[in-house]
């Protein structure tokens, strides 16, 4: 059901240093769940559809920048953390992968990533992107708005249990800084960076 949310809460007592290590659970705050995402013909992975996957938690971080290849990074839990980078490289058209060796453990970067709700986060094309400043002098309300042509759109896929959702934002970090008011954005904008500096270690 569209816009079905899930709160779906593990109970967990750990630092912030570690995603989860007590009791089994693992914390991973909100969960919206909306499997008619994954029904809009907006966008087509390279990868097996989600929902036929096996694992209890899994994760897409997928990058499709304008004018160059999409990538993918993999977060998968079954009774252990493993992660996969998926690409293209230029002039040939096979999808590789290699696994992802991080001295940053797979756990802590969900509990980053759960920081910034990632499994919560609307959809950026239903944000309210309005950005007005006031002139004290002539009591008058000036709006103003942005938009990017190119750049990089971003795609989460996530399954947690049986719940199931896709979402993207395009230029996160430039919509972040140009409506500081707007959390959503500087979280996806955070969350872009987490995969980023990750897969980079």
């Known amino acids: 059901m569209k816009g079905l949310i899930i709160t779906t809460i593990f109970i967990l007592s750990v630092s912030l240093i570690n995603g989860q290590t007590k009791n089994k659970t693992i914390f991973v705050g909100n969960v919206i769940s909306d499997t008619t995402t ?13 929902m036929k996957s096996n694992y209890k938690i899994e994760i897409r971080f997928i990058t499709s920048p304008s004018f160059n290849y999409t990538n993918y990074t993999v977060l998968t839990y079954d009774k252990k953390w493993s992660a996969k ?4 490289t230029p002039d040939i058209n096979i999808l ?11 756990d802590t970067i969900l509990h980053r990533l759960v920081l910034n709700n990632i499994f919560s986060l609307p959809d950026q094309d239903s944000l309210i992107t309005e950005k007005y400043e006031y002139n004290p002098e002539t009591n ?13 759109c971003y ?18 970090d430039s919509y972040a800084d140009f409506y500081p ?15 980023t500096q990750w897969t980079k270690e």
Request: with cysteine; proline share 3%.
């Open 85 to 88: 980078y998926y690409y293209y």
């Open 38 to 50: 994954f029904k809009s013909n907006d966008y087509r992975t390279a990868l097996t559809s989600i």
């Open 140 to 152: 008058d309300f000036i709006g103003s708005g942005m938009s990017v042509c190119d750049g990089i």
């Open 181 to 195: 008011q707007v959390y959503e954005l500087r979280n996806f904008a955070n969350i872009v960076e987490i995969f």
């Open 96 to 106: 590789l992968s290699k696994n992802i060796k991080s001295k940053t453990p797979i």
């Open 155 to 172: 795609y989460i896929e996530f399954k947690v249990g049986e719940h199931f959702r896709r979402y993207s934002y395009c230029n996160p």
